[in-house]
């Protein structure tokens, strides 16, 4: 890869997927809310933000997302349900990225193969929803999946080499997971984001609008 954007720069994934690439010789841009002011959840800041970007990027990878909406822990009854909270839960899971990928059309390069993925997780998939529970993230994980599928069908037909996908990327020891790992085993930042490199690098068109785990195993939807 010669250049590579992450969304969400500043977080442990993103972070480190962006010193990853770097270490490989990549020309990495970096955006974030907390140094960059992009606010994903705000169409116009995400215009803007990627507006301001040149075409090319050979990887677009979507790092944001959060477990807690307006406030609230994920839900463990529907006794718990907070519209607030599901309406925050969507605006950064789904939405935000959706808007990300509405926005990266332009900057994906027609003439050969790229990557445009966004973190989703296992616990969005409806065939493999077991134990229940988490009902916002759930279901905010699984309308981003559909985004991603519907997507790269559209994507195709102008960018025939692309490759739009939802990764899930395990459990990572971050901010962003502490207090809700419980009894997972955990990987570091670093760790993930080799994995997820692994993932993105052996990827081909005709795998587009899938979703995959950090070992590249297929996640039923």
């Not at 992009?38 to 050979?58: C, M």
Request: with cysteine; net charge positive.
């Amino acid at each position: 890869m010669k250049r590579a954007l992450i969304i969400g720069a500043s977080g442990g994934i993103g972070g480190a997927v962006a010193s990853a690439l770097r270490a490989r010789g990549t020309q990495v841009v970096g955006l974030s809310r907390s140094t960059h002011g992009l606010d994903i959840t705000r169409e116009a800041s995400v215009a803007e933000h990627l507006g301001a970007l040149e075409p090319g990027f050979d990887l677009i990878f979507v790092a944001t997302g959060q477990l807690s909406g307006a406030g609230h822990p994920p839900e463990k009854t529907l006794k718990s349900l907070d519209p607030a909270a599901m309406a925050a839960q969507f605006a950064v899971n789904c939405i935000g990225p959706a808007m990300v990928l509405k926005h990266a059309q332009r900057l994906l390069p027609r003439d050969r193969q790229s990557v445009f993925a966004a973190l989703s997780a296992r616990v969005g998939s409806v065939g493999d929803n077991r134990l229940g529970g988490w009902y916002s993230y759930r279901a905010a994980k699984a309308a981003l999946n559909q985004i991603i599928h519907t997507g790269a069908i559209e994507l195709a037909r102008t960018h025939p080499q692309a490759i739009c996908v939802a990764l899930h990327p395990g459990t990572v020891a971050t901010n962003f997971t502490e207090g809700y790992a419980a009894r997972h085993a955990t990987v570091t930042p670093s760790e993930a984001a080799q994995n997820l490199l692994a993932v993105i690098t052996g990827l081909e068109p005709a795998q587009t609008g899938l979703f995959f785990d950090w070992r590249g195993t297929p996640v039923p939807w």
